[in-house]
């Protein structure tokens, strides 16, 4: 569980980039962190990891708050997974790079080949262990950056715009990863992201925040259905919104675009 | 008032030959000079830090030179000159834009222009490198990597940050060198930005150079 209360924080330059945040993050959630650019969302992520800390108020993990942790205290709890994959391949083999954090952790050798193994097995990356991790396709390096975050079990995975710069399939095989972690192993995931479609089919909750408020936390389909001002905080609502308004229906996703058409037409 | 980036070219290797052909006490004005210099363009937290992380590496200099058996005057006036040539470097890349000293390069020293071009684009790695190795250092710390322990165990730990680094700076030159030939580099590169003029003030700096730089000839001759 992470909880952040009365969160204020701001660079060095002064200009307050989070103000006042209050939320919690329950064990087994998947949520979608979202913003326009600058809203504050990927700092707020990074506070979950001790890479920032705040300047007033607290960021509590499984109910400690984490002021004086460093971001490797908290590696097998919260996994980060950041948006450039290769910053951080250093290993010769996709195996070697998954073990890395298990070993600088000092796990016993059974645990790393366990550990790894089931990352690998989670994140689609079998048959690929002994390849160069430099030589994969770019959606498989992100793949390998959250297999890497996984090898130490954390309960709680963030992933920094995980989607960008994806094409369809690799993006939809990721999403599908995710979801199946999120649903079969109970892990948590925070997903920060500018792509509505993937907020819309795969979130449970999402958290708005804009210029360092959070104006909304709530279900996507209430985010993207009802009256919520969601151009406004510099979002887009996903393409099947848009098309159910045009024609006067009400829907969040596909299901409910369907149901409301074929109501529309028996009506 | 703006000097020519030649005329900073210049300046900067006269300092690096004055540092040993002039006393002490100029060596120390000219320190002086360049803080205030550096200050008077840029006071500000990130200047403070690049003049006191310089500080610090001047102090382990001279640190060194005492405990390899130097004088404290020779240590002293070791470490100064390794600053003020520094600082030196610092000043002009603090006034000058890159491309004004790459245009110098080529037009009045006649470097070839791939040479000019490597030596800016060396400079202008420097912001980006940095940038890299943050988001780096991050990212290992996400998986476990702490930089604790004693300095060696430090040093050696590093290893997971740099290689990560070197691949992608590698990569990226790889980008750069390809983007750069498809867009024809070297054929005209550089000679359609207009030729900077020296100004008064820049002949008058080089004038100074040149009396300061021929110190010991009229020193030997004037004081006899």
């Known amino acids: 569980m992470i909880e952040a209360k009365e969160i204020n924080f701001a660079y060095r330059r002064g200009i307050p980039v989070l103000n006042d945040i209050n939320c919690k993050i329950e064990d087994g959630e998947f949520v979608a962190l979202i913003g326009h650019n600058g809203s504050g969302k990927t700092t707020l992520s990074r506070m979950f990891m001790a890479l920032d800390h705040p300047r007033s108020g607290q960021i509590l993990v499984d109910g400690e708050d984490i002021i004086n942790y460093e971001p490797a205290d908290l590696a097998d709890k919260v996994g980060y997974v950041f948006q450039n994959p290769d910053l951080q391949i250093l290993a010769d083999t996709v195996y070697e790079e998954i073990a890395y954090g298990p070993r600088v952790k000092k796990l016993p050798e059974e645990n790393i080949k366990t550990n790894v193994k089931s990352a690998i097995a989670a994140m689609g990356l079998k048959g690929l262990e002994g390849i160069y991790p430099r030589n994969l396709s770019f959606g498989q390096k992100r793949r390998l950056g959250v297999a890497a975050a996984l090898a130490l079990n954390p309960r709680i995975l963030i992933l920094d715009e995980i989607t960008n710069g994806q094409d369809a399939v690799e993006q939809a095989a990721m999403m599908e990863y995710l979801k199946a972690l999120n649903e079969e192993k109970g892990t948590t995931v925070i997903l920060i992201t500018h792509d509505m479609n993937v907020v819309r089919k795969y979130a449970r909750r999402a958290i708005v925040l804009t210029d360092g408020h959070l104006v909304f936390d709530g279900k996507p389909q209430e985010l993207f259905q009802g009256d919520q001002p969601v151009e406004r905080w510099g979002l887009r609502r996903p393409v099947v919104s848009v098309l159910a308004s045009r024609l006067g229906l009400s829907a969040a996703n596909c299901e409910e675009f369907c149901e409301a058409v074929r109501k529309g037409g028996e009506a | ?224």
Request: aromatic content about 10%; hydrophobic content about 55%; glycine content about 4%.
């Open chain 2, 1 to 224: 008032m703006k000097l020519n980036a030649f005329t900073w070219i210049i300046v900067t290797l006269a300092v690096t030959a004055w540092v040993f052909i002039l006393p002490v006490e100029a060596v120390a004005t000219i320190l002086v000079l360049q803080l205030v210099l550096l200050l008077y363009i840029k006071r500000s937290k990130t200047m403070l830090a690049a003049i006191g992380g310089l500080g610090v590496f001047t102090g382990m200099m001279i640190l060194l030179q005492l405990l390899f058996g130097s004088s404290l005057r020779v240590s002293l006036f070791g470490g100064l000159r390794m600053l003020v040539m520094t600082l030196a470097f610092l000043c002009m890349l603090a006034t000058t834009r890159i491309q004004s000293i790459a245009k110098a390069l080529v037009d009045r020293f006649h470097l070839p222009v791939e040479y000019a071009f490597m030596l800016t684009t060396a400079l202008r790695f420097v912001p980006n490198f940095l940038e890299d190795s943050e988001i780096t250092l991050d990212a290992q710390s996400c998986r476990g990597y702490s930089n604790r322990g004693n300095v060696l165990k430090r040093l050696l730990s590093y290893v997971v940050v740099i290689r990560p680094l070197v691949m992608r700076a590698v990569s990226k030159s790889e980008t750069l060198a390809l983007s750069m030939e498809l867009r024809g580099f070297g054929a005209n590169t550089y000679k359609n930005m207009p030729k900077e003029q020296l100004t008064v003030v820049d002949f008058a700096v080089l004038a100074v150079v040149v009396v300061l730089s021929t110190y010991p000839f009229w020193k030997k001759f004037l004081f006899v």
